[in-house]
């Protein structure tokens, strides 16, 4: 295989969300979830590799590497799928090779404390069983990688154990070496000071950057190893990992792109898809602040930002979120300017003369003051209510029962009123909401009115508050453009929230039509 030179203008993303990303406390893929991990990180987010598990794990894992292997030898892609394995006496090999895979990513240790006192072996019985160990995988076919685990650290406190084993596996059939930073201890600086020293011993060698975040710095880490010429860097989707997790491919993708003349293959605009498949499939949230995806992150609060904005866009920065298939937000509530008021009206095409604009923005701070969420969906209501005229309630919900037990299944009898024609519709479901939405979703379907997709529903109560405190529900709806639809119902009752959320919703959508 003829290697590849630092500073070639691509950077390959190695992604391992699929194996150091299952090291996240309680996540666990199972099969199936993994194959559609394999295939989105692959055909739609444009990997350029993926571990995808590990040998000798389990059954499950078996069944799993098995069918993402096979999906990929219909495609041709089975050389970019690579499995984790271990220097023991070729048992990972042979697995690797029973699940067909084609490429080993061999652990061996990187440091010469771990070697000696993990292991209890000098470096020279290592290095020997990690060389019998790549002579079986070349012999089966297999592609070697190697890692050097706590690379990091061996190159700190011990370099001339970490040069005499890269040079003593140089010889041997490596494709790559991958250099962990195990415990998130490095630095940028020394990041551009290791790599400087391996290049000058073996100029033309292929290595890959693994970083760990345990200080918060693994995106500037894994930024000065592809300045430094890295040719790959390993990720994984929301910095799924054990601990503080691993560099995440969103992060790292879009400073290559934004911050040096370096490339990878990423698609941006399947970035915020991927995440949100990966926090449903692994049930691991996102803060609100996470870069790029996070649901804030393009959300200006400050009416001073928003007046910027419209006057000359003064206020954003490269990271438009029309790259990840996402819209400017302008936040409602007590910091609010004018200007925030009509970039949300103009969004949503309503046009207000001077007096109501002021008397509508008086009363989003009001709210504001008292904690209360404000989203665009609810500016008609508001409007409304300033007007003293209620919005044009095409659909009411006349009256519902919903009934639950612990040995009967949940089931709602709603009447519904549109327009002038008023209809009784009952359901069953697996909870009184879900049981109420069926119930709703019948009734509105003999209207010829579809409702949208409901894609989050959150629920907060005050902390400590007592059992008749109010409750508020936000729920999310899929609204057919970028931008969903939010709608906050208030209630001190759970589900009478959730139903006023809905009505929100069903009134905003024929209102729009």
């Known amino acids: 295989m003829k290697l590849k030179h630092k500073f070639d203008r691509y950077v390959e993303i190695m992604d391992t969300t699929l194996r150091d990303g299952e090291q996240t406390p309680g996540v666990a893929y199972t099969p199936a979830e ?3 991990l394999a295939r989105l990180l ?13 040998a000798r794990v389990s059954e499950g894992e078996k069944k ?3 069918n993402i292997i096979e999906w990929a030898e219909k495609r041709g892609l089975t050389d ?9 006496g070729g048992k990972s090999v042979d697995w690797i090779c029973e699940v067909g895979g084609k490429v080993i990513n061999l652990l061996a240790k990187g440091s010469e404390k771990h070697c000696r006192v993990q292991l209890g072996k000098t470096p020279e019985e290592h290095f020997n069983q990690v060389a019998e160990c790549i002579r079986y995988a070349d012999s089966k076919g297999l592609t070697v990688n190697l890692y050097l685990e706590d690379w990091s650290s061996g190159m700190r406190d011990s370099f001339q154990y970490v040069h005499a084993f890269i040079k003593y596996m140089r010889e041997l059939p490596v494709a790559r070496f991958m250099l962990p930073d195990t415990l998130g201890v490095i630095t940028p600086a020394q990041i551009t000071r290791y790599l400087e020293w391996l290049y000058a011993s073996f100029p033309d060698i292929r290595l890959d950057f693994h970083g760990h975040n345990d200080y918060g710095m693994v995106t500037a880490n894994s930024l000065a190893a592809v300045e430094a010429g890295i040719n790959g860097i390993h990720t994984t989707i929301n910095g799924l990992g054990e601990r503080a997790g691993n560099q995440s491919l969103g ?5 290559i792109h934004d911050m040096t003349d370096r490339k990878t293959h990423i698609a941006e605009k399947q970035l915020q898809f991927a995440s949100t498949v990966v926090q449903n499939i692994s049930g691991k949230r996102n803060s609100w602040n996470t870069p790029i995806v996070g649901s804030d992150v393009f959300t200006q609060t400050c009416g001073v930002h928003a007046d910027g904005d419209k006057k000359g866009n003064l206020y954003a920065n490269p990271l438009l979120p029309e790259r990840f298939s996402r819209r400017r937000l302008y936040a409602l509530g007590k910091l609010s300017g004018k200007a925030s008021l009509e970039k949300n009206l103009e969004e949503l095409g309503l046009e207000l003369d001077q007096d109501l604009r002021k008397k509508v923005l008086h009363h989003i701070v009001r709210l504001g003051d008292k904690k209360k969420s404000v989203t665009p969906a609810d500016l008609p209501f508001i409007i409304s209510d300033v007007l003293r005229t209620p919005i044009e309630e095409k659909v009411k919900f006349v009256s519902y029962d919903i009934t639950s037990g612990s040995k009967t299944t949940p089931t709602a009898r709603v009447v519904i009123k549109y327009k002038d024609e008023e209809i009784t519709t009952v359901a069953k479901g697996d909870g009184g909401y879900d049981a109420f939405m069926k119930a709703v ?4 379907k003999k209207f010829g009115v579809t409702i949208p997709r409901l894609l989050d529903y959150e ?3 005050p902390p400590g508050g007592k059992t008749d405190a109010l409750v508020e529900t936000t729920i999310t709806w899929e609204s057919g453009n970028v931008r969903p639809i939010i709608t906050i119902g208030v209630d001190s009752d759970q589900t009478a929230a959730a139903i006023e959320a809905t009505s929100k919703m069903l009134n905003l959508v024929l209102n729009g039509d």
């Not at 970019?80 to 023991?88: A, K, N, P, Q, T």
């Not at 992060?251 to 400073?255: D, L, T, W």
């Not at 979703?441 to 509105?444: A, D, I, L, T, W």
């Open 80 to 88: 970019r799928l690579e499995i984790l394995g271990f220097v023991d």
């Open 441 to 444: 979703r019948s009734g509105m």
């Open 251 to 255: 992060e790292i993708a879009v400073a």
């Open 42 to 54: 692959l055909t739609k987010v444009r990997a350029d590799r993926l571990e995808v598990g590990s």
């Open 459 to 461: 629920v907060r109560i």
């Open 34 to 36: 993994k194959l559609q």
């Open 64 to 66: 799993g590497l098995t």
